[in-house]
């Protein structure tokens, strides 16, 4: 009977640890879950907000910028973020309330092709135009020497000789 | 060989085009997307506890105004020039509702009764309001007709001859 009251007792003491261990497994598991899933949000956020032009600063984004308005519109991207909405959606937000100004990189459409377009443009002409100079300067330099006056070149190897000859 | 001494003139045109366009734009003038649309439909608290919703407006023309007790003296100029409109228009119908961002109440409440608002006014807390207007900042003025559309925005303090201009167009509308 004592026998099985400690036994009792001794099962009893394993479950309330058992119990216990898998309470605070518990417990840390859902917290490095929260904390994942906040920097995950936190790492959305900047993503977004670094694409987005603060509107009162000169040429910042709002992710770096510490302007009030670049810090409510970055509340503003969380929100949105959190309620499940996507980047190209956030964007759109932003668009439609600012224009296309309020993107830090213009669209790749339309007139905008132009600005990313014109730099590759300009490097690839550039390029042919140092070709083009550079095979004008090689074709112009003559393979052989200028022409010499044949008595000077003929006194510079008598010279030569009776140097040699010294 | 002619050709080749209006070559560089020639490429200069371009630039100088792209030149002459970019100095003559003001780099700080956002356009707004919102002109010629319906204006979001916002609900603010006043500051005397009163609701404000755009939507319950339709029918009334309205000018809304963002402004700030901070923002010296572009909204300073103009604060007289919209408790007169308002005063002067309201019994014709027209709306006068301010915005103030970014504030401390104190300071907003003493800047209405410096200049003795009668019009409705409200802080926008969290700058939801002056986000969803594109508002980049204060002083700006929109110029909303009676179905609730933006006819036009004002960046800057809004003078006597743009408020005579746009109210009176605003008020003929239908």
Known sequence: MALRYEAGVRHRRVVRWLAMGAAVLCWQGAASVLAASSLDLEDRVREIASELRCVVCQNLSVADSPSDLAKEMRNLVR????????????????????????????????????????????????????YLVTRRWTEQTPSHGPAVDPAYSERVRRELKERERV | MSWRRLLIPLASVPVI?????????????????L?????????????????????GLK???????????WCYPACYEEAPLLEATWKRFKDQGLMVVGVDIQDKEANALEFIRRFG???????????KVSIDFGVYGVPETFFIDRQGRIVSKHVGAVTP??????VQALLKGQ
């Open chain 1, 79 to 130: 929100e949105q973020v959190q309620q499940g909405k996507s980047r190209e959606e956030v964007q759109a937000y932003f668009v439609s309330r600012y224009g296309e100004y309020v993107l830090l990189s213009p669209p790749k459409r339309g007139f905008n092709l132009l600005v990313w377009g014109l730099p590759f443009l300009a490097v690839v002409a550039g390029g042919g135009l140092v």
């Open chain 2, 17 to 33: 085009l792209l030149l002459a366009y970019g100095f003559r734009t003001d780099p700080k003038a956002i356009p707004s997307p």
């Open chain 2, 35 to 55: 002109v010629h649309k319906a204006a979001p439909d916002v609900r603010l608290k006043a500051f005397d506890g009163g609701e404000i919703s755009l939507a």
């Open chain 2, 59 to 69: 029918g009334k023309p309205v000018v809304l105004n963002f402004w700030a007790s």
């Open chain 2, 117 to 127: 608002f009668t019009f409705p006014n409200a802080p926008d807390p969290g700058s």
């Open chain 2, 161 to 166: 001859a743009v408020m005579e201009a746009q």
